[in-house]
């Protein structure tokens, strides 16, 4: 029944350290998007895709990188990881007519 | 700019009502959706309403739009503990791919 899947739902990485999150979804849903939540907050996008295509926030660090290779799967990569990365990284898929988002449950990353 | 506001706490007995307030300012918005989110887990869609309507309701929820004030309200019926959550108000907005999220009510049920 799981629509979007993340991977792992908990990750350690050291700083600097590269980290790659996952994301799958079974939803065919052409967007997906990657956000970053810290405590007490609301989620901040970071990008999505349209299809292949790539949509950067404009506030979104160079440290951040994704990639879509097909439909159903998007990673996050984390180049070099920042004590100020740790968050709860959500992603999110949107293909319905109503446009509304659909989350998968996240994967909380700390940075020691 | 865009912006989405809601208020931070809210604290209610377990068998009345909430109520939980946001207001938006992007007038444009097609759609405006709540979503719930419980400690260490993602963000579920509770439910959404469109621009044209003014109240829709889903079992104990009921979603009241008010496109003058840009004003939407969340009401759950009969509040139970399993209620207790960060909700999200969010609006459509830069097309239709973008959603701006409000900064989340916390709503606790107490006995």
């Known amino acids: 029944d799981a629509m979007v899947i993340q991977n792992p739902r908990y990750q350690v990485t050291q700083f600097g350290k590269p980290v790659t999150l996952s994301c799958s979804q079974t939803?065919?849903?052409?967007?997906m998007y990657w956000y970053q939540q810290k405590s007490s907050q609301a989620p901040k996008l970071l990008f999505h895709y349209y299809d292949k295509d790539f949509n950067n926030e404009a506030d979104t660090p160079d440290n951040f990188q994704s990639r879509r290779p097909n439909t159903s799967f998007c990673f996050l990569d984390i180049r070099s990881p920042g004590l100020g990365d740790a968050a709860m990284y959500l992603c999110a898929t949107s293909g319905g007519q109503t446009y509304e988002q659909y989350f998968g449950p996240g994967t909380r990353l700390t940075v020691t | 700019g865009e912006d989405v506001e809601q208020s931070l706490f809210l604290s209610v007995r377990e068998g009345d009502s909430s109520v939980i307030n946001c207001t938006y300012t992007?007038?444009?918005?097609?759609?405006l959706y709540w979503y719930k989110q419980e400690p260490g887990a993602g963000l579920q869609l509770l439910t959404y309403i469109f621009s044209n309507m003014d109240m829709k309701q889903d079992q104990r929820l009921t979603v009241l739009l008010n496109k003058k004030d840009k004003h939407l309200s969340l009401r759950i019926a009969d509040t139970q503990t399993g209620d207790s959550a960060i909700y999200f108000c969010?609006?459509?907005?830069?097309?239709?791919?973008?959603?701006?999220f409000g900064a989340g009510t916390r709503l606790a049920v107490h006995p």
């Open positions: 969010a609006e459509m907005s830069g097309g239709y791919n973008k959603l701006i």
């Open positions: 992007d007038s444009s918005s097609t759609y």
């Open positions: 939803l065919n849903h052409n967007v």
